[in-house]
């Protein structure tokens, strides 16, 4: 009789013989686990490349990089600060009605005559007196008077100048044709046959203008 044969325990899948159990790798997946529920620390952003030499373009790169951390942080405070404002507007105007409701409970009932006195009758009565009217609107002083004074007053410089020149011009023009008719009368005086009345009368001419010029200054 033959005797049975038992499985050998180091028996390969493809032998023939029973699959071997394989022993779960508990340490490794605790591991996972582990890192999977601890929380991962934000990364900063970077601008422009991580490894890029000292000079211009890295100096840029850092102010480019404060630049966009200070607007972010101001926008975070001002979110933070818009977010308080609104629960501060929301707790007061709360606040009023309850305690408008907590002063009409416990304030003292008021008297008869002090009744018809706060009526709107008795305020708006003429025994109150004349009302004041309308105070008038206040006037704003204009930013460019000054400069418009300054611009007048300059143009009429500038006028008083012009006339000036315009004066002397005429000065000039009129002297000229003085000395011009001074000369043409002298050359017709000092021909031959000329009368000495006409060469007396140039010299008078001149000597009343040099008398006159003599006095004007």
Partial sequence: MTAAKHPRDDAAPGDGGPP????????????????????????????GPAHLPDGPYRRKARKIKRGLVEKARAKRDYAKLKRRERDGRDGRRDQPAADADADAASAPPVHPSRRALLSPASRSSPAQGPRRGRAAPRRTAD?????????AARRDEAEERRREREGAARERERRREERAR????MAGAR?????????????LERVRRMVAEEGGG
Avoid: N
């Fill in 20 to 47: 071997a159990t394989r022993v779960p790798d508990a340490p490794r997946r605790a591991k996972k686990q582990k890192r999977a529920a601890a929380p991962r620390k934000r990364k900063g952003f970077s601008v």
């Fill in 143 to 151: 930013p460019f008077a000054a400069e418009r004074a300054r611009g």
């Fill in 182 to 185: 001074a000369r043409r009368a």
């Fill in 191 to 203: 021909r031959e046959g000329a009368k000495l009345g006409r060469e007396s009368g140039v010299l």
